[in-house]
């Protein structure tokens, strides 16, 4: 269909038109119009994405001197195949309007996703180091093991990429694409990122320091650069900020620097001579640069030459080992140790007798020497340029980051002391995308409450908008639930931990559930060790076997593999009428992602606040950094993390208008009214406030039962809801 | 009975109060009401005029649950009678079976008989039972067992009163209702507790309703659908000759057994083949395999030969009322052959229940 708002023809490609999408285009328009960021908040399954590229591409159209170029970012591979589809959809109903645009929209990925080497793909996990050994400059054309595909990538790109018709080229379309013409897909993907109009990729290409310093150079002022899913944009931000170090990697780094140092001590003219040439262009860029200005490419004189280099790296390692190794001691008598990033730096120059400028460098010169040497195997030299971009991090940034020494208690092995350098401040890895785009818009089914992010990654949004549903029968029903039957309440509180009393009236709950949802059920909890402490106290009480009478019982797991089979199994045993309920964690792989559209999921059940663990160090030095700098109190921010969780939870059950679904908080802290106001509107208004909010599981039930009977009843969706082409 | 009672008066009472308001917004809805009745006479006009129908009642644990009062199998059991006495009234040839579904299997407690005391008898001794483990697959199982000894030209449908949230299946479902559909057996559920979305697709494929009430009395309500034979596009339509005879009613004084269901009668009816004695015409000769029916019933099935829609006619004249003998004033109907004249509400008592024109007769 097709329709104007305002000067901008818009064509969708669904014959119909909800209400909130047209409000959602114009509040993009707005943004757009103003050249500015935007945040905007729609609920999920209505058409998000859709409505979103419809208009942007409408607007690349028509206003080619506004706006050039469209970025658009996943979170996961699956969602960016997804959104690849819907473009072409776009761009096919755009065709069928006698349009002729001339787009082009590219995915791009990793090596991993996009290789069709035989001998370089099987590798797995190796698959970027093989692919370097075969296609690193150095190595000679046509001898040994070299990539065809390469080759012929090198010998043809710009022909074959001005060839190729203007389409959408996914994932698997460039590699069948590759596969036809053996040029490599992966560097196929991305030249052609530099030139296509529209471009799918992960949020890393932007965030991560490492891979978006690759792709700035080509960079247009005048992109919009959107963000789908952003509501956990902040934590991404921060992950990629933040730098782990322990004993084996710094043992490793010392490894990788021994390799490298006999590289160079051994006297094959060769290699000597390319250091040589090394040092004389480096010392050439000095000369070329006008005094005073910074510029990365200048390596300090103390670093230049390569052994230098090396036994500066020799003693910067050595001084991390020996703070990693005081603090150890130290740590057997409290649970973490902070540093200030100030004093930390000047600990370590102390030590090592290492300067500033130096440490600044010692990424980019590191590279330099990799390259030299003709080394590729980038994997094995992680730890080393691991420990570079600590120090460099360590050095660049005073505020936001903080050192600490803590136990490891990510990977299970309790001895080993871990090194971190936090970073707090997720503005920081956003700063440089805001500069750099003219327009960033923020996405997402559950942002509220919506003046958090400005704050949080320090931006002055033009439009910040959180768009409602209308609804034709309350297709979905949250309840709150604070008491069982027997008036005690309903809480997962660090102090009710061992209350037996709480996980039975939690499992009764369950049991009452399992009996009266049909199809698929999804229950949510804190943690694992919640759920493993819950799961055994069911056990016992043999509420998992009635449970798994009524429906097939299945467990999240920490194993990806393990989860996406059980995943499997359970729209298996929804699609037979058996049943299923799954239970899983309100942080893991679940929660976010996958969609239970339909009778996959009737109803989510969110047991226990899922909190953040506000003992945990990191997260309190956070909460205290985000107190210092922008005003925002440790108890909002968990609320605020935990609530933007538990709706992203709850959010999976509704996938589109002929949906519907119970959503259930069972928490007695899910009542108080600062939780309330943190809930995205569109849930929050049909909160059926004298009906179900703080009500007893044995009420909820009865609500339950009848949610489920008038949902069953035929039904159509009003005509004033959707717009078509008629009622334009 | 009673509950008859209930919605008459019930019916009475609206059409008093209806008067008092608006007497023209009466004549509309008993119009809307005769254009209805009319649409269901006419799906009534099916050709297949015999039909077959289970009933699988799920006594699992879950309809124990007092959501509806007194609990979800007790609802089923009250309005289930007065369900079949007007399902075998309005389907004369028409026999009901009787099935429960119990932990993952399902039990035949009668076979097809028409015999409304005799099921209303079996229907009284279903009790729930406390194991869970309803299973779909087990019923259509049963379902065909029982099927298989039923004639061809027969229409056979299930109804499914299921109390449970799932279906947990031993066998495989899908096979189940494969088999079901190429059998032509037609599959309906009303169910206690929502959208079970398998069985929706099942009851889809083979042209059956899934229902879903939302209190006792639409549960009364909805049931009635199922009275009068639903449009069945899978149907295969097999006509055979089919033997029939008119029996011979005796009453007796001393007590004697009946072949069809093994029980003392005093007043039954004598096979004209064999001179076995059965009790409750139309049924299968248990000795002979004749089709034992009554005239009057055969007269009734084949109603469209004599009944047809009435038209209505609104000459704005007085008429008497053919059916009632009181007076019609504005709107009213005659039938086509008999050239009488009808009040609405006779019209549609007409058609929905005596399927035959008392003019005509």
């Given at each position: 269909?097709?329709?104007?708002i305002d000067?901008?023809?818009?064509?969708?490609?669904?014959?119909?038109?909800y209400?909130?999408?047209?409000?959602y285009?114009?509040?993009?328009?707005?943004?757009?119009?103003?050249?500015g960021?935007g945040?905007?908040?729609?609920?999920t399954g209505?058409g998000k994405t859709v409505?979103?590229?419809?208009?942007i591409?409408?607007?690349?159209?028509?206003?080619?001197?506004?706006?050039?170029?469209?970025?658009?970012?996943?979170?996961?591979?699956?969602?960016?195949?997804k959104?690849?589809?819907?473009?072409?959809?776009v761009?096919k109903?755009?065709?069928?309007?006698?349009l002729?645009?001339?787009?082009t929209?590219v995915g791009l990925s990793?090596r991993?996703?996009?290789?069709i080497?035989p001998?370089?793909?099987?590798?797995?996990?190796?698959?970027?180091?093989?692919?370097?050994?075969?296609?690193?400059?150095?190595?000679?054309r046509?001898?040994?093991?070299?990539c065809?595909?390469y080759?012929?990538?090198e010998?043809?790109?710009?022909?074959?990429?001005?060839?190729?018709?203007?389409?959408?080229?996914s994932?698997s379309?460039?590699?069948?694409?590759?596969?036809?013409?053996?040029?490599?897909?992966?560097?196929?993907a991305?030249?052609?990122?530099k030139?296509a109009n529209?471009?799918?990729y992960?949020?890393?290409?932007?965030?991560?320091?490492?891979?978006?310093?690759?792709?700035?150079?080509?960079?247009i002022?005048e992109?919009?650069?959107?963000?789908?899913?952003?509501?956990?944009?902040?934590?991404v931000c921060i992950?990629?900020?933040?730098v782990?170090?322990?004993?084996?990697?710094?043992?490793?780094?010392?490894?990788n620097l021994?390799i490298?140092?006999?590289?160079?001590?051994?006297?094959?003219?060769?290699?000597?001579?390319?250091?040589?040439?090394?040092?004389?262009?480096?010392?050439?860029?000095l000369e070329?640069?006008?005094?005073?200005?910074?510029?990365?490419?200048v390596i300090?004189?103390?670093?230049?030459?390569?052994r230098?280099?090396?036994?500066?790296?020799?003693?910067?390692i050595?001084?991390?080992?020996?703070?990693?190794?005081?603090?150890?001691e130290?740590?057997?008598?409290s649970?973490a140790?902070?540093?200030?990033?100030k004093?930390?730096?000047?600990?370590?120059?102390?030590e090592?007798?290492l300067?500033?400028?130096?440490?600044?460098?010692c990424?980019?010169r590191?590279?330099?020497?990799l390259?030299t040497?003709?080394?590729?195997e980038?994997?094995?030299?992680?730890?080393?340029s691991?420990?570079?971009?600590?120090?460099?991090?360590?050095?660049q940034?005073q505020e936001g980051?903080?050192?600490?020494?803590?136990?490891?208690?990510?990977?299970?092995t309790?001895?080993?002391?871990?090194?971190?350098?936090a970073c707090?401040?997720?503005?920081?890895?956003?700063k440089?995308i805001f500069?750099?785009?003219?327009?960033?818009?923020?996405?997402?089914?559950t942002?509220s409450p919506?003046?958090?992010y400005?704050?949080?990654?320090?931006?002055?949004p033009?439009?910040?908008?959180?768009i409602d549903i209308e609804?034709?029968?309350?297709?979905?029903?949250p309840?709150?639930v604070?008491?069982?039957?027997?008036?005690?309440?309903?809480?997962s509180?660090?102090?009710?931990?061992?209350?037996?009393d709480?996980?039975?009236?939690?499992?009764?709950?369950l049991?009452?559930?399992?009996?009266?949802?049909?199809d698929?059920?999804?229950?949510?909890?804190?943690?694992?060790s919640?759920?493993?402490?819950w799961?055994r106290?069911w056990?016992?009480?043999?509420y998992?076997?009635?449970?798994?009478?009524?429906?097939?019982?299945?467990i999240?797991?920490?194993?990806v593999?393990?989860?996406?089979?059980?995943?499997?199994?359970?729209?298996?045993?929804?699609?037979?009428?058996?049943?299923?309920?799954?239970f899983?964690i309100?942080?893991?792989k679940i929660?976010?992602?996958?969609?239970?559209?339909g009778?996959?999921?009737?109803?989510?059940?969110v047991?226990?606040f899922?909190a953040?663990n506000?003992?945990?160090?990191?997260?309190?030095?956070?909460c205290k950094?985000?107190?210092e700098?922008f005003?925002?109190?440790?108890?909002?921010?968990?609320?605020?993390d935990?609530m933007?969780?538990t709706?992203?939870?709850?959010?999976r059950?509704l996938?589109?208008k002929?949906?519907?679904?119970?959503?259930?908080?069972?928490?007695?802290?899910?009542a108080?009214?600062s939780k309330?106001?943190?809930m995205?509107?569109?849930?929050y208004?049909?909160?059926?406030?004298?009906?179900c909010?703080?009500?007893?599981s044995e009420?909820?039930?009865?609500?339950?039962?009848?949610?489920?009977r008038?949902?069953?009843?035929?039904f159509?969706?009003?005509d004033n809801?959707?717009?078509?082409?008629?009622?334009? | 009975?009673?509950?008859e009672?209930?919605?008459?008066?019930n019916?009475?009472?609206e059409?008093?109060?209806?008067?008092?308001?608006?007497g023209?917004?009466?004549?509309?809805?008993?119009?809307h009401?005769?254009?209805?009745?009319?649409?269901q006479?006419?799906?009534?006009?099916?050709?297949?005029?015999?039909?077959?129908?289970?009933?699988i009642?799920?006594i699992?644990r879950?309809s124990?649950?007092?959501?509806?009062k007194?609990?979800?199998?007790?609802v089923?059991?009250?309005?289930?009678p007065a369900?079949?006495?007007?399902f075998?009234e309005?389907n004369?040839?028409?026999?009901?079976?009787?099935a429960v579904?119990?932990?993952?299997?399902?039990?035949?407690i009668l076979?097809?008989t028409?015999?409304?005391v005799?099921?209303?008898q079996?229907?009284?001794?279903?009790?729930?039972?406390?194991?869970?483990?309803?299973?779909?697959a087990?019923?259509l199982?049963?379902?065909?067992h029982?099927f298989?000894?039923?004639q061809?030209?027969?229409?056979?449908?299930i109804?499914v009163?299921t109390?449970?949230?799932?279906?947990d299946?031993k066998?495989?479902?899908?096979?189940?209702?494969e088999k079901?559909?190429?059998?032509?057996?037609?599959?309906n559920v009303?169910?206690?507790?929502?959208?079970i979305?398998?069985l929706?697709?099942?009851?889809?494929?083979?042209?059956?309703q899934?229902?879903c009430?939302?209190?006792?009395?639409?549960?009364?309500?909805e049931?009635?659908?199922?009275?009068s034979?639903?449009e069945?596009?899978?149907?295969?339509?097999?006509?055979?000759?089919?033997?029939?005879?008119?029996?011979?009613?005796?009453i007796v004084s001393?007590?004697?057994?009946?072949?069809c269901?093994?029980?003392?009668?005093y007043?039954f009816?004598?096979?004209?083949?064999?001179?076995?004695k059965v009790?409750?015409?139309?049924?299968l000769?248990?000795?002979?395999?004749?089709w034992?029916?009554?005239?009057?019933?055969?007269?009734?099935?084949d109603?469209?030969?004599t009944?047809g829609?009435?038209?209505?006619?609104n000459d704005?004249?007085?008429h008497?009322?053919?059916?009632?003998?009181?007076?019609?004033?504005?709107?009213?109907?005659t039938?086509e052959r008999?050239?009488?004249?009808f009040?609405?509400?006779c019209?549609?008592?007409?058609?929905?229940?005596?399927?035959?024109c008392?003019g005509?007769?």
């Open positions: 269909m097709k329709f104007i000067d901008i023809e818009v064509i969708f490609p669904y014959k119909f038109l209400k909130e999408q047209l409000e285009m114009q509040a993009l328009k707005q943004t757009l119009d103003e050249k960021h945040i905007l908040e729609m609920p209505t409505s979103l590229l419809a208009f591409l409408a607007y690349l159209a028509q206003r080619p001197n506004t706006i050039k170029k469209l970025i658009y970012c996943t979170r996961t591979v699956v969602e960016m195949e959104t690849l589809e819907e473009v072409r959809l761009l109903a755009r065709k069928a309007e006698g002729n645009d001339n787009f929209a990793s991993r996703n996009l290789c080497n001998d370089v793909v099987n590798q797995k996990d190796r698959v970027d180091s093989e692919c370097r050994k075969r296609t690193a400059e150095w190595v000679k046509g001898q040994g093991e070299t065809i595909f080759d012929n990538f010998k043809s790109a710009k022909e074959f990429i001005n060839n190729l018709p203007n389409d959408v080229y994932l379309d460039l590699r069948k694409n590759g596969g036809y013409s053996m040029q490599c897909p992966y560097y196929t991305r030249e052609m990122v030139k529209i471009v799918v992960n949020y890393l290409y932007l965030i991560d320091p490492g891979i978006s310093s690759l792709l700035s150079k080509d960079y002022k992109s919009v650069v959107v963000f789908d899913e952003a509501h956990n944009i902040d934590d992950e990629a900020y933040t782990r170090l322990n004993k084996p990697i710094l043992a490793e780094a010392i490894n021994k490298v140092e006999t590289q160079i001590q051994s006297e094959t003219n060769e290699i000597q001579n390319r250091l040589n040439e090394e040092y004389k262009k480096l010392i050439k860029n070329k640069k006008p005094e005073g200005e910074l510029n990365q490419l300090p004189g103390q670093i230049r030459k390569a230098n280099f090396i036994d500066f790296m020799k003693r910067v050595n001084s991390l080992r020996k703070k990693l190794k005081d603090n150890s130290a740590l057997k008598t649970h140790i902070l540093h200030h990033t004093s930390f730096t000047e600990e370590i120059q102390k090592g007798n300067d500033i400028d130096s440490l600044k460098q990424g980019e590191l590279n330099l020497l390259n040497l003709q080394i590729s980038t994997d094995k030299f992680r730890p080393l691991t420990v570079a971009q600590f120090v460099m991090f360590l050095v940034y980051f903080k050192v600490i020494f803590q136990s490891n208690n990510y990977e299970g309790l001895n080993e002391k871990l090194m971190t350098l707090f401040d997720s503005s920081l890895a956003m440089n500069a750099s785009f003219q327009s960033v818009i923020l996405t997402s089914g942002m919506i003046d958090i400005p704050k949080i990654l320090d931006f002055r033009v439009v910040a908008k959180s609804l034709t029968r309350n297709s979905i029903q309840i709150i604070t008491m069982s039957e027997d008036g005690t309440e309903l809480t509180e660090f102090t009710f931990r061992n209350n037996e709480v996980s039975r009236n939690y499992g009764n709950f049991l009452e559930l399992s009996e009266n949802v049909p698929g059920l999804i229950v949510f909890m804190p943690s694992y919640r759920m493993e402490e799961a106290q056990q016992k009480d043999k998992l076997e009635q449970i798994s009478k009524n429906k097939v019982l299945l999240e797991s920490k194993d593999n393990e989860t996406s089979q059980k995943l499997q199994q359970y729209r298996k045993c929804c699609d037979v009428g058996r049943g299923a309920a799954l899983s309100a942080r893991g929660a976010e992602g996958i969609d239970f559209e009778h996959y999921g009737r109803c989510v059940a047991i226990g899922p953040l506000s003992k945990d160090t990191l997260i309190l030095e956070r950094f985000l107190e700098k005003k925002i109190t440790k108890n909002d921010f968990i609320e605020f935990a933007r969780q709706c992203q939870c709850l959010g059950v996938r589109g002929q949906d519907y679904g119970i959503m259930i908080m069972a928490d007695k802290r899910f108080q009214k309330l106001q943190k995205p509107r569109w849930i208004k049909q909160l059926d406030q004298s009906r909010l703080n009500i007893t009420t909820a039930i009865t609500v339950v039962r009848d949610f489920f008038q949902m069953a009843q035929p159509k969706i009003a809801s959707y717009f078509t082409q008629d009622t334009l | 009975m009673e509950l009672g209930n919605t008459k008066f019916e009475y009472e059409k008093i109060r209806n008067h008092q308001v608006n023209h917004n009466y004549q509309q809805d008993k119009l009401q005769k254009k209805e009745s009319d649409a006479f006419l799906i009534a006009q099916n050709p297949l005029i015999m039909r077959n129908l289970l009933i009642i799920d699992t879950s124990k649950i007092g959501d509806f007194p609990s979800r199998l007790a089923a059991l009250q309005f289930l369900f079949i006495e007007q075998l309005c004369p040839l028409s026999q009901i079976g009787i579904a119990e932990e993952y299997r399902c039990k035949t076979d097809f028409s015999s409304s005799n099921i209303k079996y229907l009284s001794t279903i009790h729930s039972i406390n194991e869970a483990g309803f299973s779909m087990a019923c199982q049963t379902a065909l029982v298989s000894t039923t061809l030209h027969a229409q056979s449908s109804l009163v109390t449970s949230t799932y279906s299946d066998l495989d479902l899908n096979e189940w209702s079901c559909k190429s059998a032509a057996i037609q599959i009303i169910s206690f507790t929502g959208s979305n398998q929706i697709k099942i009851t889809q494929a083979t042209d059956g899934y229902l009430p939302l209190n006792e009395f639409q549960f009364s309500q049931i009635q659908k199922f009275v034979p639903q069945s596009k899978n149907h295969m339509i097999i006509t055979q000759l089919v033997k029939i005879g008119f029996p011979q009613k005796l001393q007590p004697t057994l009946c072949q269901h093994l029980e003392i009668v007043n009816y004598k096979c004209p083949v064999c001179y076995s009790c409750s015409p139309p049924l000769c248990p000795i002979c395999s004749t034992i029916v009554l005239p009057h019933q055969i007269l009734r099935s109603g469209s030969n009944l829609v009435f038209e209505i006619t704005g004249l007085d008497v009322c053919s059916g009632c003998l009181e007076p019609t004033t504005v709107i009213h109907s039938c008999c050239k009488n004249f009040c609405l509400d019209d549609i008592l007409i058609h929905s229940k005596f399927k035959v008392p005509c007769a």
